[in-house]
């Protein structure tokens, strides 16, 4: 009988239910899509019960095809920050505010005046911004304070997605990391934080580490779902981690970059390379799974996002695509322009930015004329998401941070086209996972580990992880990149001007 591993995957635009065996390869998959909720205009919030509903809906179909497998362990990862509401009969209360809502851009300032910003980056991880867990509470106790009083418990995505499996209340550190509530050195709760702001912190999740197993499953969600309730949930982790997990980074210097919805380029460091510089350069520092590990990440919100806009919105050209029996994106990279010219393209399709909190630019073509068409368009813009990635990976650089190898996963990730103009912006080597979701193989490893299958992390990953290719430098982009910096800065400049 064939022994398999469940890796959930709870993302900002949909679910995967990936079905493994102990060396990560792939027996069956199912995905499913649900979207954000805007109840006004910045307002971006997710839908808890969608959300469940989609989970069900995924692992259903996945298990209908195990027959015959010795069903032994799930986990589960999510995004982070989007906080779930429930009262004391465990009702969910209200939407969950995403990373992309623009709303309460002041608790920034009112965080800065109640502590002081230096010693709660160092105790948290976290630079202030308003897309943190602590940011989005403030602005419910000003708008919304009667949930806050009818509030029992906190979750985020994958803890409530864990207790809906299991109905145990257990959080994984990565993830906890990202409420800014959270004492990332002693991997707990901070009171102190959560007093100075009246946070009763005590309603979140318990922490426990990675690979804990959490329970089996209850008999509703066994029911909804079509597994047996003899299968154990061990705890996940944040997207993030599971997806270098996934890549095969165990070590200090690895570095994956998750090229999703999001691009978060990871890089796991030890906390004795910890330095000021850290909180110069506003940069987060994430528990991860191996003990004594951190990733350090960079990167920017509107990244997949920018694809699927322009894609959906400025290409359109659904009909033709399904008329060739293509994909749309791969018909767009089919007919994307050699060269851009003189275009460009500023991926801020957001006010929320990750990296630098000051930026209130929008997104902008720069260098249209009435000989402009969209394949040129098109490559401007997978240009201008390069330049950012560049921007950002300068910092590692800047920090002098070792860096042994760079792995790329995520749907993103499977464009040829893309992934050459990385290397090449980059100005390094590129290597691309066999299996680019990587987050459902590192729920696989954790799982295997957990069984013990394997000793450690590292053994799981020398086991279980393959890559697909390699891409190098090919194509000088230096001068094109100066040129964006000056674009760049320019249009910030006027915005802020503004």
Known sequence: MKAAYIGLDVGTSGCKAAVM???????????????FEMPEPGMVELNPQTVWEAVCKALSEVAGKCCGMELKMMAVSSIGEAVVMTDREGNILRNGITYLDGRGAWTSSYIREKADEKWLHSHTGVPVNPMYTLNRHLWLRKHQPDLLEKTEHYFLFGDFITWKLTGERVIDPSSASRTMLFDAGKLSWSKEVGSRFEIPVERFSQVEKTGTVVGSLCPEAAGRTGFPETLKVVLGCHDQCSALLGAGAVSPGDIMAGEGSTESINLIVRKEDFCENLYEKQLC???????????????????GTSIRWFVENIWRREAEAEKYGKGIYELAEEECAPDSGEVYFLPYLSRVKSMDNLNQALGVFLGLDVGTKAPQMYRALLEGLCFESRKNFEIFRELKFPIRRIAASGGCSRSALFMQMKADVLDCPVRVLKNPDAGTLGLAMICAVADGVYRD????????????????????YREKYGRYLAISQAVKDLYKNL
């Open 21 to 35: 065996d102990e060396r990560g390869r792939l027996y069956m998959s199912a995905r499913r899509e649900y979207g």
């Open 285 to 303: 520092f994430e528990p991860y799974v191996i003990p004594g590990q951190y990733i350090v990440p960079v990167g920017q919100l509107s990244h």
């Open 457 to 476: 992390y590292g053994e799981a990953a020398e086991a279980s992880v393959q890559f697909g290719g390699e891409y190098r430098p090919r194509r000088d």
